[in-house]
């Protein structure tokens, strides 16, 4: 069953070092709400959805800063880092950066990526990692 919030992707790169085996790379793109979808009998998925504006950019807000320090590190030590340009400032990309690295259960990775505020999604990053 799909979930309601999704994000478009674009294969940046693919490799079939095997038949059978498909190896992708995609970039992340606009944020998308299913408003409704469908099978069709071939089993093929279809939907009607709608792009989501990409939320305002808020500061980081008090203790969440020392967050942003930590992923700066972690980023510079990606074998593959994300795409410039980088937005420390800026609450729901630190976020999303923190929901990619991060090993979370899809299920709460999702969870947090369908939070349509930056802030909020941050404080669900700084809630996992402080119990950790």
Do not use: C
Request: aromatic letters at 8%.
């Amino acid at each position: 069953e799909p979930r309601p919030v999704g994000t478009l992707a674009t294969i940046a790169d693919w490799d079939m070092p095997q038949l059978g085996i498909l190896n992708i790379v995609v970039h992340g793109g606009e944020r998308f709400r299913i408003l409704e979808h469908r099978t069709r009998p071939d089993g093929l998925a279809r939907a009607t959805v709608e792009l989501l504006p990409d939320p305002p950019v808020k500061k980081i807000p008090g203790d969440y800063a020392r967050l942003v320090p930590m992923l700066r590190a972690l980023i510079d030590a990606l074998e593959d880092p994300p795409p410039q340009p980088y937005r420390f400032y800026d609450a729901a990309w630190v976020a999303d950066r923190w929901a990619e690295i991060l090993p979370l259960p899809m299920e709460r990775r999702q969870e947090i990526l369908e939070l349509d505020d930056g802030v909020a999604r941050l404080d669900a990053i700084y809630r996992f990692l402080e119990k950790s």
